[in-house]
């Protein structure tokens, strides 16, 4: 062997050395590189299969980023509508009626005349709501006066004339609560009166209504008892046997009256068990009685001519039929004379109560005037009151020199005034009845000098056959129908006519639901403000109904909003990309799911609708 002396040599030689070669490296060039060699297209194929693989594993796992969707809070007007599928119907006959209660003054029209619409069928007595509008006008023109005032400077003679309404006011307010006191006054002693009328009337006609619950327990008796004795003439076998075999679809029919008769007979008896309280009450008891008599009547003559047209048989011969019908005709009789004596009974009843229903009604009409007398004057003071703060108010900062913040609070007091007339005016308008459309008028219910009654009352004013018979008629959904108030307008899209909007305005609401198809709603009618020769019934579209509105509001989309423990809740996204919870108070719902915004959220406010993982 030879031995390296060279120092310089050395490392070198030791570097190279085999001992120096590490393990790894000698399995890649002992093991690894044959093998490449030998097996090199099996590797390049593996490469092939093993890369896509993997590529799909990582795209597959590897997690993605959440989608967030985002819109800006913004500010603008929000409408609220009801929506629902508008039919056209037909419906030519109108009933009219005032929307107010009060004693006519002028009827303008009589039956058969043709009228226009808007034009004046009938007024009620309205000086007192004419004076209001007039003194609404008044107070108006005053509160535009000031303005003007103050926008021209405190003068002297601004301050006295300030001073001058103040005392006006006061002057008015004094004048109301005297008619408050005296209608105060009025409306104590009517009602005393009403009340010694009532009781005046049952205690005379106490014997009355003894002699009417007595007659009626009776009559009720005979009846039963007829309809015992019908029942015994139908439990004869031949009689049975032969409707049977002869008449069955008729008896049938027989029998169903005759239990008719049996039901409201024993509605009659529980009646007369309970009701004979006063002679108003009795009456209406003697009337169902008559009612339930009248029906045992009607199966009692029905059955006997079913007898009688029966056919006969060798079990069922001519001398049975005429047992039976010998029998219904005589208790036909007798149910005939226990009509008759209801009947009389009824008359001696209100005949003896007619001096007493004529003055109570009478009374009753007095206490309605002196009622309204009441709440005229309460309102009456209410408006005064105001209007002297108001005054006072004015009169103070005209004294103490006009601000902007003066300016400000008397264009508020315009405005209020302006609502004050708006509301005096509508007031006045509804003790005028127009005709809504053209046509013809088919019935006149009213008189000057009368009474209007209630607004339950089922008796209309007027009847009128309309030249226009097309309404809308809709189906509105029972979450939706309390929003729903007479007078609004709307639009329906008919699709006939799908590039024009038809107007119409709410005037019926159907007080009880409709079940379409198992779901209850609401019917609603609407009439086109103007008339249209082209629409024919049956025609269908998208109705709208303007129900709400909203001015410059804030406004998000509904779905922004969620619940938590703490309320409602929107989810801000700031700028440096985090989302905050922030509560809200949220207010008017409109069209495509838009809400209003109270508070909680500013204009231009980016807010998250969802998030999607």
């Known amino acids: ?61 590897t ?56 034009q004046e069928l009938a007024r009620l007595k309205n000086e007192a709501l004419k004076a209001d509008v007039n003194g609404a006008a008044a107070k108006l023109a005053s509160r535009r006066a000031d303005l003007n005032s103050l926008l021209q400077g405190t003068r002297p003679e601004d301050i006295a004339i300030a001073e001058a309404e103040v005392a006006n006011k006061r002057a008015s307010l004094d004048a109301a609560y005297t008619t408050l006191a005296g209608a105060e006054e009025k409306l104590k002693k009517s009602q005393e009166k009403l009340n010694w009328l009532n009781r005046e009337a049952e205690t005379s006609l106490a014997g009355y209504v003894t002699t009417a619950s007595s007659e009626s327990i009776e009559q009720l008796t005979v009846a039963r ?93 001519s001398g049975d039929r005429e047992v039976h019908k010998t029998t219904l005709s005589t208790e036909s ?30 009374e009753e009409l007095n206490l309605a005037t002196a009622q309204s007398t009441q709440e005229s004057a309460l309102s009456d003071i209410l408006t005064y009151e105001t209007a002297l703060r108001t005054q006072e108010a004015q009169l103070a900062l005209k004294k ?30 509804d003790t005028v009845l127009r005709a809504p459309i053209d046509g013809i008028i088919t019935k006149v219910n009213l008189k000057p000098g009368e009474f209007t009654g209630g607004l339950d009352l089922q008796e209309y004013s007027f009847s009128m056959l309309g030249s226009s018979p097309y309404r809308i008629e809709m189906f509105v959904a029972e979450i939706d129908i309390p929003k729903v108030q007479m007078s609004q307008t709307g639009s329906i899209d008919l699709d006939a006519f799908p590039d024009e909007d038809f107007i119409i305005k709410v005037s019926e609401i159907d007080p009880a639901a409709s079940n379409i198809d198992g779901v209850s709603k609401y019917r609603v009618k609407l009439d086109f403000i103007q008339e249209d020769n082209r629409l024919k019934i049956g025609m269908t579209g998208d109705s709208e109904i303007f129900t709400d509105e909203r001015k410059d509001v804030v406004i998000i989309p509904g779905r922004a909003v969620l619940s938590s ?26 069209e495509g799911g838009d809400i209003e915004v109270l508070s909680g959220v500013k204009e231009d406010d980016t807010i998250v609708i969802l998030i999607k993982d």
Do not use: C, H
């Not at 037909?90 to 303008?108: C, I, M, Q």
């Open 565 to 590: 423990d703490a309320g409602k809740i929107v989810r801000i996204f700031t700028e440096g990309g985090k989302i905050q919870e922030q509560t809200v108070e949220t207010g008017m719902s409109g």
């Open 225 to 317: 008892s007829s309809l015992r004795k019908l029942e015994d003439v139908f439990e004869d076998n031949a009689l049975i046997n032969t409707v049977n075999y002869f008449e069955t679809t008729k008896y049938a029919i027989l029998q169903k009256k005759q239990r008719t008769a049996i039901d409201e007979l024993e509605s009659a008896s529980q009646v007369v068990a309970n009701d004979f309280a006063n002679y108003k009450s009795a009456l209406e008891t003697l009337d169902q009685v008559r009612s339930a008599l009248v029906a045992v009547s009607l199966a009692i003559n029905e059955s006997y001519s079913f007898v009688a047209n029966l056919p006969l048989s060798n079990s069922y011969d």
């Open 63 to 118: 997690p993605e980023e959440p989608e967030v969707v985002l819109a800006k809070a913004r500010r603008g007007d929000l409408v609220q509508t009801v929506e629902a599928v508008g039919t056209v119907i037909s419906e030519k006959d109108l009933k009219l009626r005032f929307p107010v209660t009060g004693v006519v003054a002028e009827v303008f029209v009589d039956e058969g005349a043709k009228v226009t619409v808007g």
């Open 333 to 362: 009789s007798t149910v005939q004379t226990a009509l008759s004596s209801i009947d009389a009974t009824s008359k001696s009843i209100r005949d003896a109560g007619a001096s007493f229903d004529s003055k109570i009604s009478a």
């Open 400 to 429: 103490a020199g006009t601000r902007q913040t003066e300016i400000d609070s008397s264009r508020a007091m315009v405005n209020q005034a302006a609502a004050e007339y708006d509301r005096a005016k509508a007031q006045f308008d």
């Open 1 to 61: 062997m030879e031995t390296i002396n060279n120092p310089q040599m050395a490392p070198q030689a030791q570097k190279n050395s085999p001992s120096r070669i590490s393990a790894p490296f000698r399995f890649i060039k002992q093991k690894a590189l044959p093998f490449a060699r030998k097996r090199w297209k099996l590797l390049l194929i593996l490469t092939i299969i093993l890369l896509p693989i993997l590529w799909v594993a990582l795209w597959l796992f």
